[in-house]
């Protein structure tokens, strides 16, 4: 299938994955890369980082992922200034604090908000747009915590299974239109998100996940696991009993 060069949109231009990502592409004839996320005037390292890879044009667009009303301005913003991106990586979220959204319900929703309401109402804008040009790919970050969601990180998982679940029928509706959906479960990603954190069991890095992104957006699957072997692990994580599951770390 091979990896499309146009306008890339990196959405959570501060991601270390989202970064990695749009580094690789750069490496693969990607020359313009579009950073959007709060503080975009603080982006000189990521901006260093592209233009080291390849990238001629890196361009900086203002964005808060929370703030709903001003997705579509942000996206006219894009495509005025750069034209309309072939590939958009969605790569904003939040891990959230488990402890605290378990008795604090705005804790709770303001992850639900982050990683799955605002998701979805990007997503449906991208959708829209990239469907009217016939062509382009998302990319969109679901996790392993969402395929079957544990005690430990129950809010977070939900609203990661809600995406997952979300991006799967978008990813079936976009079928034919010439515009691709690209499904990422990653499972836990060493990073400044989980800093402090024990790793957990078939842990990657940043990079590691980029490589498979981008392995997958040069190949035809629909959905990325990594590493891989969590899909066959969590087929069988499906049929522990429930009170083996609820014991689980996150």
Known sequence: MGIDTGPVLVLGGRSEIGTAVAVRLAARGCGTVVLAARRAGDLDEQEAELRA????????????????????????????????????VVAFGVLGDQALAERDPAAAVAVVHTDFTAQVHVLTLLADRLRAAGRGTLVVFSSVAGVRVRRA???????????????????????????????????????????????????????QVADAVVAGLGGRRGEVWVPGVLRPVFFLMRLLPRAVWRRLPR
């Open 53 to 88: 890879a390849g990238a001629t044009t890196v361009g900086r667009v203002e964005f808060d992922a929370d703030d709903l009303t001003g997705h579509a301005a942000a996206l006219d913003e894009v495509e005025r200034r750069f034209g309309v991106p072939t590939t958009v």
């Open 153 to 207: 990180n129950y809010v977070y998982g939900s609203a990661k299974a809600g995406l997952d679940g979300f991006a799967s029928g978008l990813a079936d509706a976009l079928a034919g239109s010439g515009v691709r959906l690209l499904l990422v479960r990653p499972g836990f990603v060493v990073g400044r998100m989980t800093e402090g954190m024990s790793p957990a069991p078939f842990s990657s890095t940043p990079d």
